[in-house]
């Protein structure tokens, strides 16, 4: 009797259930059974509650701080990879500590490098994740990566908007080339903000390279952490003469007082995916979901077929 390949099973970290019982009803199927066991101390046990011996399964879960996030995902890698799962696919929307891609002063470690090492040690045997903070970081890992973009799911939603005089940009020159690809779909000019930061977080002086005069602006960022950056640019475009200023960002991190910023600045509107959850309502922050983008690729993986048209930029 030829053997069946059995269907695929997925699962979910705990702060990315939400999200993975969206990918789950897209994809056509119901999570899997998954315990974490809780010590006092803190330390927690993750259970497989039912078989994954010779299947395919997929784990999903962004490794967003706190650690406790990454740390599930890597202890339910090793008890998938124990339990002699066939293919050990690791779903990470958000791909964390990803800003610590290289030494940019001495003494400091490459955050990005060391997780890729270690989500392979623990059993991953591919990476699905969405909008890395450099693309090089593919390059960290030895097993494949499959780097999805956003702009599959933002381009049609600012065609939506029907927008006259877009201009779009970067509020860095490190996301010159998103802006750029962006740009490019949507036939539109192009302006970059130059800001130095005193440090971490903290943004001490910020430039305009270009005209936004009468144009409805939209920013282009692959993460929003304090929204420091998006309110700032927000007002230096406004003064400098903009319409309007909206920004688009992958990663909605929103720490610290960040809601407070964007209810504060004029941004218009700030759209964000639920690759990480996000807590506090705000009527200035729109959220599309990513859900159905990561369903198809995972189907996609399971069948073997090609996932090139979900590479738009």
Request: hydrophobic residues 40%.
């Amino acid at each position: 009797m030829p053997y069946q390949v059995p269907e695929p099973k997925i699962f979910a970290c705990t702060d990315s259930r939400a999200l993975a019982e969206k990918i789950a009803k897209s994809y056509g199927t119901d999570l899997g059974n998954v315990h974490i066991s809780r010590y006092s101390d803190g330390e927690f046990q993750p259970s497989f509650e039912e078989s994954v011996r010779g299947a395919r399964i997929f784990i999903i879960g962004s490794t967003h701080p706190s650690s406790e996030n990454l740390m599930e995902m890597l202890l339910m890698l090793d008890a998938a990879k124990r339990a002699s799962a066939r293919h050990i696919t690791a779903v990470i929307p958000y791909f964390g500590w990803a800003r610590q891609d290289r030494k940019d002063k001495p003494r400091v470690p490459i955050a990005a490098k060391l997780i890729a090492k270690m989500l392979e040690a623990a059993g991953a045997t591919r990476i699905i994740t969405m909008d890395l903070h450099a693309d090089q970081i593919q390059g960290f890992f030895e097993k494949p990566v499959d780097h999805l973009f956003a702009s599959t799911l933002f381009l049609p939603y600012l065609k939506s908007l029907n927008m006259d005089n877009l201009t779009i940009a970067s509020p860095d020159m490190g996301g010159s080339k998103r802006a750029y690809a962006y740009s490019k779909a949507l036939e539109s000019d192009v302006v970059i903000c130059y800001k130095q930061r005193a440090k971490a977080n903290v943004i001490s002086h910020m430039e305009l390279i270009g005209d936004v005069q009468g144009k409805n602006v939209v920013l282009v960022d692959d993460m929003v952490d304090t929204a420091g950056t998006l309110a700032k640019a927000a007002d230096l475009m406004m003064e400098r003469g903009a319409l309007s200023v909206r920004a688009i960002t992958t990663h909605g991190l929103l720490s610290g007082n960040a809601y407070e910023k964007i209810r504060q600045s004029q941004l218009s509107e700030l759209i964000v995916t639920d690759s990480i959850p996000i807590h506090t309502e705000n009527d200035k922050v729109k959220v599309l979901s990513c859900a159905d983008l990561f369903a198809d690729v995972m189907q996609r993986v399971h069948h073997n077929t090609s996932i090139a048209s979900k590479f738009l930029m």
